[in-house]
């Protein structure tokens, strides 16, 4: 339940990081647009092409969210490019790469490893298409990605104390370093 809900979470918020950043589609050719006609329009779900280069099958819970994001989009009509990078950096940076040349509309990755992504990240924004960190950071300038989902790690180990020290009462000790 908890990945369902997750990646509810991401396909929503792939979904307004596209709407912030001005994904829009023209129902004429180029040679049809007049400055009237040069309105944006909002992409429906059905519209979106998302790539999502995922580390690869590193673990139950990996494998596991590998399926709630295929299961979710399809659920949604969101076109999928998915790509399993078998937990090889270079492979993606292929897949974006390759992400990129297809022209969708937004990018997930989820990072093997946080350094290394700069110049990839800098080839998709300047193609206008928006990246989206997943479960884990990048080593990058904030302005090369639109948003980070996941985890909070030091915030969740403060939150795990309180609970700790609540349960017990003050019959113990709790060390922070």
């Not at 297809?102 to 700069?118: F, L, M, N």
């Not at 950071?137 to 790690?153: E, M």
Request: aromatic share 8%; glycine share 6%; net charge neutral.
């Amino acid at each position: 339940m908890k990945t369902s809900s997750f990646n509810i979470y991401l396909l929503l918020t792939v979904i307004f990081a596209l709407t912030a950043c001005g994904v829009t589609a023209l129902s004429q050719s180029p040679e049809q647009v007049t400055p009237a006609a040069t309105a944006p329009t909002k992409k429906t779900y059905e519209d979106l092409i998302v790539g999502f280069a995922q580390i690869g099958a590193e673990s139950e819970w990996r494998t596991a969210n590998t399926r709630s994001i295929k299961a979710e989009a399809e659920r949604l009509g969101v076109e999928l490019r998915f790509s399993d990078a078998q937990q090889k950096q270079e492979n993606q940076i292929k897949a974006i790469r390759s992400f990129i040349a297809q022209q969708v509309d937004v990018i997930g990755v989820p990072p093997v490893v946080e350094t290394g992504w700069a110049d990839v990240f800098q080839e998709a924004k300047d193609a206008g298409i928006p990246i989206i960190l997943v479960d884990r950071r990048a080593d990058v300038h904030s302005g090369l990605y639109v948003t980070y989902i996941g985890s909070d790690f030091i915030e969740e180990g403060r939150n795990a104390a309180r609970v700790m020290a609540k349960l017990l009462q003050g019959k113990a000790k709790l060390l922070n370093w």
